[in-house]
C-alpha cells in the first residue's frame, strides 16, 4: 500500500511543480493598441434660458353667427358702404343699386298700371258696375 501512497505524493509533488514553474516564467508581452481614430466633438457651455412651446395646428375659421342679406329688389350693386367684417346696426346702408335699372323698372309698372285703369274705365262705361251681394251671392 506504500507504493500507491508514495505514488500519489509523487504526482502531487510534480503537479505542484509544473505550477510553480509557470507562474515563474515572464508575462506575455502585452497587445499593442491598435491605432486609435480621433473623433473632433463640439462643445458648448450649459446656460440657463427660458423654454419656448410652438403649437400649430389646422382647421377651419368660423364665424361666431351668420346671417344672410336678401334685398327686396334686384339689380347692379352701384356702391358698397361698407366692408366685410364691418360692424352694421338694423336700418343701416350697405350697398346703393344702380338707379337706371330702378327707373325703367319703375316706367314698365307705371305704364302697366295705365294700361289697367284704362281697360277698367272702357269695360265700365259699357255695362252698369254689379253689386256686392250680386257678386258674392
Not at 4 to 10: F, T
Not at 46 to 61: H, M, P, Q
Not at 104 to 116: F, I, R, S, V
Request: net charge positive; hydrophobic share 45%.
Amino acid at each position: 500500500m506504500t507504493s500507491y501512497r508514495s505514488r500519489g505524493l509523487l504526482v502531487a509533488f510534480t503537479g505542484l511543480l509544473v505550477a510553480s514553474l509557470a507562474a515563474c516564467q515572464p508575462a506575455a508581452p502585452a497587445a499593442k493598441p491598435s491605432a486609435t481614430r480621433e473623433i473632433s466633438v463640439n462643445t458648448a457651455t450649459a446656460d440657463r434660458t427660458d423654454i419656448v412651446s410652438t403649437l400649430s395646428f389646422t382647421g377651419d375659421v368660423r364665424a361666431r353667427s351668420l346671417i344672410s342679406i336678401v334685398p327686396k329688389v334686384s339689380g347692379r350693386i352701384e356702391k358698397l358702404a361698407v366692408d366685410v367684417g364691418t360692424p352694421v346696426k338694423a336700418g343701416d346702408i350697405i350697398a346703393e343699386l344702380d338707379r337706371v335699372t330702378a327707373q325703367l323698372q319703375l316706367a314698365q309698372a307705371e305704364a302697366g298700371m295705365a294700361a289697367a285703369r284704362a281697360r277698367l274705365a272702357s269695360r265700365g262705361r259699357g255695362r252698369a258696375p254689379r253689386s256686392r251681394s250680386a257678386a258674392n251671392g
